[in-house]
């Protein structure tokens, strides 16, 4: 049972094993597992477990790590700083339809702050009956509800518009995660500080350094708006806004305010840079769209998808991922024949409102050039747009919100590639 941790912590294992013994190199080995960050811990393999004792318990219990044979990563865009940039959920490597925490793509305008939750406040103001603070132990004295929801950000997919560009699905469509969220819902919170009577929208500011702001409608907080501390049975994540995030189920990514300090209630929205320069849809006569929050129906199948090699014709079965921020997934249907027929999928999960679902469907993959689809429609009957019609509706001048169906060609060799059908 000898530790692999680095060379360094190994060479120093390994010649405290031969003056200190068995014993101290087992001690030795939980105490490098506790202190090394998670995932570089390294255990030989023996030939057969059954045969030795397996290693002890860490002596504190300790914080469990993945398998060290499950090294799937988040990817990170290239951008000139690490600052104001992101990173991609590993969408292919998911099992199942929660992202693991440690996996939850990022977006960051202003780094990521450390902020003591013991000194962590919540401001709800503007036109309310009283002004309160709420510290995060008040909001975890509240009545909580507990609820997956996806997070997608409405640059996601964002390099497809004009030509066929990312070069596998964590860069297409990897601004996507989903997580069971824990918090406040915003109308328990509204029964505390009182609405005025002719409030209509709510300012959320984050407390990063890019101070993120955003106006929603009161009628979307009201509705189903959280101000979430938990994610996946523990705390948020750093990177999702520690200690407390906003949370909109469906609405674009940039809506949901991370390491969140204020919410000022108004009769009108605040136009703030986020929803004036940045994050509106410029349509092609010129003119930009403000406040395009809900996202769209949309899917992506993950297995077969770009940057892979099917070793053999024979049976596969086609995974992949669909969601819609207007509700409920109701249907994915798949192509294989880009698009001239389809077939429905199997949904491997109970489907929520704007919470992501899991398809398969099985293929008997005959050897020949074959185009994989996926198609989305959700219980609005809203049906997923091919790109043409996606284009044809909103030109080529659009950045966000691009949630076409995608197309991944497979060619007789078995590689599998990014193509517009
Ligand atoms: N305070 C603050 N909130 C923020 C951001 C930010 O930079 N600062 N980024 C936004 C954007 S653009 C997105 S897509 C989501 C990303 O959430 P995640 O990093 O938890 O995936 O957070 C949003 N909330
Ligand atoms: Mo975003």
Redesign the pocket.
Known sequence: MRPQAGLGRRQLLLSAASTLGATALAAGAARAAESAPPGSVHYDVPEDPTKEQGRPLLADGGYGTRSQFETEVRSKANNPTDL?S?TFTPLAAQIGNLTPSGL???????GIPTIDPARHELVVHGMVGTAKKFSVADLKRMPSVTRKHF?????NTLTEWAKPTAKNVQVTHG?L?TSEWTGVLFSTLAREVGLKEAALWVLAE???A???TRSVPLEKLLSDGMIAYGQNGEALRP???YPL?LLLPGY?????????RRLQVSDRPFMTREETSKYTDLMPDGRAKLFTLQMGAKSVITFPSADMMLPKPGLYEIKGIAWSGRGRVQSVEVSTDAGKTWRPANIENVAEPMCTVRFNCPWAWDGQAATLQSRCVDETGYVQPTREELVRLRGLNSVYHYNAIQSWAVAADGGVSNVHA
């Open positions: 104001t992101w939850h793509f990022e977006r960051h305008h202003g997070i997608e950000c409405s640059g601004l995660s984050g407390a990063d890019a101070v993120m990177e999702q806004g995030r674009e990514g940039n809506t949901h305010i991370k390491w969140l």
